[in-house]
C-alpha cells in the first residue's frame, strides 16, 4: 500500500509543479542599459505581473491578446494596439483576465539625459 501512496503522491507533485511553471508569466528583457529598460512580459489566460512599482515612469502597449491594468486609477482593459502610462512609483497589476494569451511591451525610462 504503501509503495502506491507514495507513487500517487509523486504523481502529483509532478502535475502541480508543472501546472504552476506552466502558468508563470514569462519575462523577457529586451533592452538593459543605464538610460532605459524595455520588457516583453508574456502572459497566460489568468495570469499576471503581480502588484508591483517601479521607480521611474512606466509605458506600456499590448501587442497580442488583451489584459486588465489596475493601479490606483481604477481598471482599464486595454486589447492589442492598446497603450499606458504609470508615474513613477505607482502600484499596479497586469492581468490577462481573458482565454487567450497576451504580450505587452513595458518601457521605462531610467534617466533622461
Given at each position: 500500500?504503501?509503495?502506491?501512496l507514495?507513487?500517487?503522491?509523486?504523481?502529483?507533485?509532478?502535475?502541480?509543479?508543472?501546472?504552476?511553471?506552466?502558468?508563470?508569466?514569462?519575462?523577457?528583457?529586451?533592452?538593459?542599459?543605464?538610460?532605459?529598460?524595455?520588457?516583453?512580459?508574456?502572459?497566460?489566460?489568468?495570469?499576471?505581473?503581480?502588484?508591483?512599482?517601479?521607480?521611474?515612469?512606466?509605458?506600456?502597449?499590448?501587442?497580442?491578446?488583451?489584459?486588465?491594468?489596475?493601479s490606483?486609477?481604477?481598471?482599464?482593459?486595454?486589447?492589442?494596439?492598446?497603450?499606458?502610462?504609470?508615474?513613477?512609483?505607482?502600484p499596479?497589476?497586469?492581468?490577462?483576465?481573458?482565454?487567450?494569451?497576451?504580450?505587452?511591451?513595458?518601457?521605462a525610462?531610467?534617466?533622461?539625459?
Amino acid at each position: 500500500m504503501k509503495p502506491v501512496l507514495f507513487f500517487a503522491a509523486g504523481i502529483a507533485v509532478g502535475l502541480w509543479t508543472s501546472l504552476v511553471t506552466a502558468q508563470a508569466p514569462r519575462s523577457m528583457a529586451i533592452l538593459n542599459t543605464p538610460a532605459v529598460y524595455i520588457e516583453l512580459l508574456t502572459l497566460v489566460p489568468g495570469d499576471g505581473s503581480g502588484q508591483h512599482s517601479i521607480l521611474p515612469g512606466e509605458v506600456g502597449l499590448v501587442t497580442e491578446g488583451e489584459v486588465v491594468l489596475s493601479s490606483p486609477n481604477g481598471r482599464e482593459f486595454l486589447q492589442a494596439g492598446k497603450a499606458f502610462w504609470l508615474p513613477g512609483l505607482t502600484p499596479h497589476d497586469i492581468r490577462n483576465e481573458s482565454n487567450r494569451p497576451a504580450r505587452v511591451y513595458v518601457v521605462a525610462m531610467k534617466r533622461c539625459d
